[in-house]
């Protein structure tokens, strides 16, 4: 079945304690891209992935760091949390950046 | 920054009446997107409109969008209780370069009752 998978799904953490959120896609998308979601706010990009070894920053990449060494995965990176980051994070991947993403189930994070 | 805003934030139907929910975007973009969300889970994709066209069909949905306003609509036909979820515009911009960014509204809560 094609999709993207993160995990986890839940984690709660303390303040300053690194941790990375995986993102895997068995589709050979090129590009792919994590968001988080507050109440309010909506839907924010941290960063996204045009290509393997091809990152940017989006609107809110502040804390966050990410890397791409394979095409199918594409993990999110906080190195050190903060309450703040409490969020709904979602990965999704799409074949061009001109093509509709899929979405993975998405991490609810809670830093304490 | 919001690229695209729906209208109404929420919306609250009967079964088996049409639901019509609004997105304005602000730039020009290469296509339109509308997603779907059920509570807490990932966004589902339902259709993509591109600069180029006006309408777009998909079972019961029917994207318009005009781009001299820079709007476009999501109208669901003969809706369920199935259908109750945040539905989503997503526009992207060219930030510059060969870069493209996913910009995502901040949704209608479309609630469909029995």
């Known amino acids: 079945e094609a999709q993207v998978t993160q995990n986890p799904r839940y984690l709660i953490t303390v303040t300053g304690k690194k941790l990375t959120v995986t993102c895997s896609q068995n589709?050979?998308?090129?590009?792919m891209s994590w968001y988080r979601q507050d109440p309010g706010l909506g839907l924010r990009q941290i960063y996204y992935?045009?290509?393997?070894?091809?990152?940017d920053k989006g609107d809110v990449p502040e804390g966050y760091k990410v890397s791409r060494k394979e095409k199918r995965n594409f993990p999110l990176i906080l190195e050190s949390p903060s309450p703040n980051q409490t969020s709904l994070y979602f990965c999704?991947?799409?074949?061009?950046?001109?093509?509709?993403?899929?979405f993975g189930s998405g991490t609810r994070l809670t830093v304490v | 920054s919001q690229q695209g805003e729906e209208d109404p934030q929420a919306l609250s139907i009967q079964e088996g009446e049409n639901a019509t929910m609004n997105c304005s975007y602000k730039?020009?973009?290469?296509?339109l997107q509308w997603y779907r969300q059920n509570s807490g889970r990932g966004l589902v994709h339902l259709i993509l409109?591109?600069?180029?066209?006006r309408e777009k069909h998909s079972g019961r949905l029917r994207v318009t969008l005009d781009t001299s306003k820079k709007s476009s609509s999501l109208l669901i036909t003969a809706s369920r209780a199935a259908d109750t979820a945040s539905y989503f515009c997503a526009t992207d911009k060219n930030s510059g370069g060969s870069n493209y960014k996913l910009t995502f509204g901040k949704g209608t809560l479309l609630t469909v009752n029995p």
């Open positions: 589709m050979n998308h090129e590009y």
């Open positions: 992935s045009m290509n393997v070894e091809v990152t």
């Open positions: 730039t020009s973009i290469n296509n």
């Open positions: 409109i591109r600069s180029n066209e």
């Open positions: 999704a991947s799409s074949l061009t950046v001109l093509s509709g993403y899929t």
